[in-house]
């Protein structure tokens, strides 16, 4: 059985031409391995409430981004530690931003 996912660096260049197509803002924080590196996607809306999204395995096979992480507007830190210390755990992930209003539902668009 062969694995049909789309190339990583792939994925990242559309989603970034998604976004800015949207009028939103779009960045590379972190290149990852270029065909098979998993993908953090980080949301904000004009800089604020931000939410690390990471493709989370379901029974069905699908594979859709789930919030894994939510800003605490009273402790920035922590968040900011978390993402780091998930870069530090797959060497190979790639980190962006993506800076677009209602990224909730820009991501629940997104097919897995």
């Known amino acids: 059985m062969s694995d ?3 190339p990583a660096h792939l994925e990242v260049s559309a989603l970034l031409r998604l976004v800015e197509s949207n009028g939103g803002f779009a960045a590379v ?3 990852g391995e270029r065909d098979a590196g998993t993908i953090l996607i980080l949301t904000t809306d004009r800089g604020n409430n931000a939410i690390l999204w990471e493709r ?3 029974l069905d096979g699908t594979r859709p981004y789930t919030a894994s992480r ?7 830190i922590d968040f900011e530690e978390y993402v780091g210390r998930r870069m530090k755990q ?6 962006i931003e993506l800076d677009i ?4 539902r820009f991501i629940s668009t997104m097919v897995t």
């Open 101 to 104: 209003v209602n990224a909730e």
């Open 90 to 95: 797959d060497p190979d992930a790639w980190v």
């Open 29 to 31: 924080l972190k290149r």
């Open 4 to 6: 049909a996912r789309l």
């Open 56 to 58: 989370m395995p379901h």
């Open 70 to 76: 939510k800003q605490d507007i009273e402790n920035k």
